[in-house]
């Protein structure tokens, strides 16, 4: 079973980059 523990911390980190990646578009989108 360390195949799913492994899967869902690759899932966890796909989410935070992809929300970093929202933040950061919006970042520029305000300072522009």
């Known amino acids: 079973m360390n195949t799913m523990s492994?899967?869902?911390g690759d899932i966890i980190r796909m989410q935070k980059?992809?929300?970093?990646d929202?933040?950061?578009r919006l970042?520029?989108?305000f300072y522009k």
């Open 6 to 8: 492994f899967m869902a």
């Open 17 to 20: 980059r992809i929300k970093t």
């Open 22 to 24: 929202l933040a950061a």
């Open 27 to 29: 970042q520029l989108k």
